[in-house]
């Protein structure tokens, strides 16, 4: 397994912007499949997006698909999650997590610890 750390979360106005990063100890990262999910309150952890090992493919959700993208540089070890046009339903905790890919969470077996994004309207 990989050890993972988010950061860059925050408070933003609606229609602004954040950038969040993932990461990830060892050196098999370039092996993994790496996603990014969130869970609002009160509700389930969901999809967001994963890109390929080699950052050749990415696949988003629909609700995020036009305003996020996801990218990673395998030299350095982390991946990113750049969100634009946010909006007060983007509020959740965003985890970064890697596997063997999918838009489910079963494909997925480490996790990082999350990080708040708070969009206000």
């Known amino acids: 397994q990989v050890q993972l750390v988010e950061s860059g979360g925050g408070l933003v106005q609606a229609g602004g912007s954040l950038r969040l990063s993932c990461a990830a100890s060892?050196?098999?990262?370039?092996?993994?499949?790496m996603g990014w999910f969130r869970q609002a309150p009160g509700k389930e952890r969901e999809f967001v997006g994963f890109?390929?090992?080699?950052?050749?493919?990415?696949y988003y959700a629909d609700s995020v698909k036009g305003r996020f993208t996801i990218s990673r540089d395998n030299a350095k070890n982390e991946v990113y999650l750049q969100m634009n046009n946010l909006e007060p339903e983007d509020t959740a905790i965003y985890y970064c997590?890697?596997?063997?890919?999918?838009?489910?969470?079963?494909?997925?077996?480490?996790w990082g610890q999350g990080t708040q994004v708070t969009v206000s309207s």
């Open positions: 997590a890697a596997g063997w890919g999918g838009y489910y969470a079963a494909g997925y077996n480490s």
């Open positions: 890109i390929s090992r080699s950052a050749t493919n990415t």
């Open positions: 060892g050196r098999t990262f370039s092996s993994y499949v």
